[in-house]
Every structure is written in structure tokens, then in C-alpha cells.
């Protein structure tokens, strides 16, 4: 059986996608924030999944800056 070159991608591209979301709702859970807008942040990074966890990651680092 041959193992195709574009199915790696894709599973390496599935792999980086959830450890990235996990790292999200990790530093999500550890932030201080009213729980409204952790709540609102949760969703989007669940419902919105590449851009979700993409937009809280920039916000993170302009907060922490």
C-alpha cells in the first residue's frame, strides 16, 4: 500500500488544527475575563475553527504586548 503524499498533508494540517484549538481553550481557561466573554470566545474558536483560533491567538498577543 502506497501512502500518498496528500493524505499526510491533510493529516498533519488535522493534527496542527486541534493542538492549536487545545492550546486555545487552554490559555482561554487560564485568562482573567468575565465569563460572558469567555463563553463568546469558546464559540467562536469552536464554531469558526481556523480563523476562530487564529483571531483569539492575535488578540492574545496584542493583550500580552
Same mark, same amino acid.
Given at each position: !500500500?502506497? *501512502?500518498? #503524499?496528500? +493524505? !499526510?498533508?491533510? +493529516? *498533519? *494540517?488535522?493534527?496542527?488544527?486541534?493542538?492549536?484549538?487545545?492550546? #486555545? /481553550?487552554?490559555?482561554? $481557561? #487560564?485568562?482573567?475575563?468575565? #465569563?460572558?466573554? $469567555?463563553?463568546?470566545?469558546?464559540?467562536?474558536?469552536? %464554531?469558526?475553527?481556523? /480563523?476562530?483560533?487564529?483571531? %483569539?491567538? /492575535?488578540? /492574545?498577543?496584542?493583550?500580552?504586548?
Amino acid at each position: !500500500m502506497e *501512502i500518498n #503524499s496528500v +493524505y !499526510m498533508i491533510n +493529516y *498533519i *494540517i488535522a493534527i496542527a488544527w486541534v493542538l492549536s484549538v487545545a492550546y #486555545s /481553550l487552554i490559555k482561554l $481557561r #487560564s485568562m482573567e475575563m468575565n #465569563s460572558t466573554a $469567555r463563553a463568546v470566545w469558546g464559540a467562536i474558536i469552536a %464554531f469558526i475553527p481556523i /480563523l476562530g483560533v487564529i483571531v %483569539f491567538l /492575535l488578540a /492574545l498577543k496584542k493583550q500580552e504586548a
